[in-house]
């Protein structure tokens, strides 16, 4: 069975070579990543076994790797958690990921070419139809791989883990994010991330991603956004769709 509690795994099946642990991980990452499991959660390792068709063993590795990764919390009780947020801790989730983005952005900025220009592009435009869904995995995940395609830019993205393990830590509100961008992100700063690239400007560069940024998750340290996932709200978000898109498009 893949489908539990709100959990969607369709997307993932076990690779061919791939080791059971592996997948197990991946999956339950995928899911962190995605927004897919909201703050505050359990999770049981019988239930996690029950859903993928799989053993205990794969799990509790797997929910022992995320634990250390800082995306789960184990309890004293023994319980994995995902942890509650507050504002002060997302301030500094989100300062740490300005000041990592920045400067891996700044550092990759060398190295794009026209080809990899037009992969931003249509990573971009990939993402704006995930919209028209709306299909927020999509959406999600299509930010992020706009980002890491940039980062990656450079032939040595040391940085990629660290940013990533940030990503890994916001996942939990990233569709709390999604349910408010129509009153926060009004500027497309994907555009104008492009827009420095194609003009060769560091400093501008790094303002759109500072942006992008701020615009796209800052309002998550709002005590009363935090607040709609206690009266489990999370579920009944609505979406931005097509005429926020076309918002943003109007704007190039």
């Not at 920045?102 to 990899?116: F, S, W």
């Not at 935090?226 to 109007?250: C, F, I, S």
Request: aromatic share 6%; net charge negative; charged share 25%.
């Amino acid at each position: 069975m893949n489908k539990h509690s709100g959990i969607n795994l369709d997307k993932l099946g076990q690779e061919t070579g791939e080791t059971a642990q592996e997948w197990v991980y991946r999956a339950l990452r995928f899911a962190v990543m995605s927004g897919q499991v909201q703050p505050g959660r359990a999770l049981t390792i019988r239930g996690i076994a029950d859903m993928l068709g799989t053993s205990a063993m794969p799990v509790r590795e797997a929910l022992r790797r995320l634990t250390s990764e800082g995306a789960l919390e184990l309890k004293s009780n023994r319980r994995i958690m995902v942890p509650d947020f507050s504002p002060a801790w997302l301030a500094e989730l989100l300062e740490l990921r300005i000041v990592l983005e920045t400067h891996a952005a700044d550092r990759a900025l060398p190295y794009i070419n026209d080809e990899k220009l037009a992969e931003l592009k249509q990573l971009n435009e990939d993402q704006n139809k995930a919209f028209e869904g709306p299909d927020p995995e999509g959406i999600i995940l299509g930010n992020q791989a706009f980002h890491r395609a940039l980062y990656t830019s450079h032939p040595y993205p040391v940085t990629l883990p660290m940013i990533e393990r940030v990503w890994l830590q916001l996942g939990p509100l990233h569709r709390l994010a999604l349910a408010n961008l129509e009153s926060s992100y009004v500027t497309d700063r994907h555009v104008e991330i492009m827009r420095a690239i194609e003009t060769r400007n560091p400093f501008g560069l790094k303002a759109a991603i500072e942006a992008d940024i701020r615009d796209g998750a800052g309002y998550m340290t709002q005590t009363e956004l935090l607040e709609r996932y206690t009266r489990d709200e999370a579920g009944n978000l609505a979406m931005p769709g097509k005429d926020y898109v076309r918002t943003l498009t109007k704007q190039r």
